[in-house]
């Protein structure tokens, strides 16, 4: 999200001032557009370039550019194309700008607003659903924070996770307990629903913690809690 500039400010330009929104305007008007929209579930985002007015991201548009989210797709893939995609998306617009043959039409549709995050936002609830923890550590990696959860006392970033198919054994835990089963690589997390298999995870200063984790079997992880 843009910081708003001021009417005073914008007045300054005759042919007012444009931004870029990391979505399909409408949807996702506000904070962390990209995060949110994996943590949605969508299967499609983008970027639109749109005047700017004194409400939130609500102005007429000039182009978009639609970006495809498959289910595997991760914050820092999605950044990187939203940037490539916004630069060609001014590229285009702002010569028609200029030479007045562009006009913004305005946005159609019911919008939804999306909130600032901040990285205790990351932490994660191992009785919550597999599927939806899944979507929290791609939506929060890199170049974000990451997701965040305490072994004893040392914190440990999940950098990327995938759900434990539900053609494999099951495995019957408290969530947040940690099982390494015969002919398993990488160890299992149990959830609420489901379980996860860590691909990824680190201490703060990077420090890969895959060989501690296989070292914790039956063991638990818990909830991070930011200090105040």
Not at 21 to 41: E, K, Q, T, V
Not at 45 to 71: A, N
Not at 76 to 84: C, H, K, Q, S, T
């Amino acid at each position: 999200m843009l910081p708003q500039l001021p009417q005073s400010l914008r007045a300054c330009f005759p042919k007012g001032c444009a931004g870029v929104h990391a979505s399909l305007l409408p949807s996702y008007r506000g904070g962390a557009p990209l995060n949110w929209a994996i943590l949605d579930g969508a299967t499609e985002t983008g970027v639109s370039l749109f005047e700017l007015t004194d409400g939130v991201d609500d102005g007429p548009i000039y182009g978009q550019e639609r970006l495809s989210i498959s289910p595997r797709s991760c914050i820092g893939e999605l950044v990187e194309r939203a940037n490539e995609a916004s630069v060609a998306l001014v590229r285009t617009c702002l010569p028609l700008i200029k030479e007045g043959t562009l006009t913004p039409f305005p946005q159609m549709g019911t919008p939804s607003y999306t909130l600032q995050r901040i990285p205790a936002d990351g932490a994660i609830d191992w009785r919550g659903d597999a599927l939806l923890i899944d979507r929290l550590i791609r939506a929060v990696g890199r170049p974000y924070p990451g997701a965040l959860t305490m072994k004893d006392d040392i914190l440990i970033k999940i950098w990327k996770a995938e759900p434990f198919p539900d053609n494999g054994p099951r495995v019957l835990g408290a969530p947040g307990q940690i099982a390494n089963l015969p002919d398993e690589r990488f160890p299992i997390v149990v959830c609420g629903t489901g379980s996860l298999r860590i691909l990824e995870a680190t201490t703060e200063d990077g420090t890969d913690v895959l060989p501690m984790l296989h070292k914790s079997n039956h063991q638990r992880l818990r909830p991070w809690m930011m200090m105040e």
